[in-house]
């Protein structure tokens, strides 16, 4: 059974850096593309960033384009999201996903791609 789990968010002021983890278990972790995806108070959960199977392509929205940066560390069966530059609108639950075995990156950069969620972080910036 195929879990993830992330930690990290918190309560935070605008402009600070935080980094969240992801941590992944029952499943070939080196395998899967992994994404992590936002929704926000009212809103749709919408797309952040993805990484493919051995880290070496990354694909990001274009409102954290320059800002975050998600990285994967398959000996430890991890994946980060390092958020830079903080701003109210950041303000989510953050959601780690991953794709099923073999899937492409590019077929996870929207909510219904992903196969596996976590169950979610809160971050919450303030102005």
């Known amino acids: 059974q195929v879990q993830l789990v992330e930690s990290g968010g918190r309560l935070v002021q605008a402009g600070v850096s935080l980094r969240l983890s992801c941590a992944v278990s029952?499943?070939?972790?080196?395998?899967?593309?992994m994404g992590w995806f936002r929704q926000a108070p009212g809103k749709e959960r919408e797309f952040v960033a993805a990484?493919?199977?051995?880290?070496?392509?990354?694909y990001y929205a274009d409102s954290v384009r320059g800002r975050f940066t998600i990285s994967r560390d398959n000996a430890k069966n991890a994946v980060y999201l390092q958020m830079n530059g903080l701003k109210p609108e950041d303000t989510a639950v953050y959601y780690c996903?991953?794709?099923?075995?073999?899937?492409?990156?590019?077929?996870?950069?929207?909510?219904?791609?992903?196969?596996?969620w976590g169950q979610g972080t809160q971050v919450t910036v303030s102005s």
């Open positions: 996903a991953a794709g099923e075995r073999e899937q492409a990156m590019g077929t996870i950069l929207n909510p219904s791609g992903p196969s596996y």
């Open positions: 990484v493919s199977w051995s880290g070496g392509s990354t």
């Open positions: 029952g499943t070939s972790f080196s395998s899967h593309c």
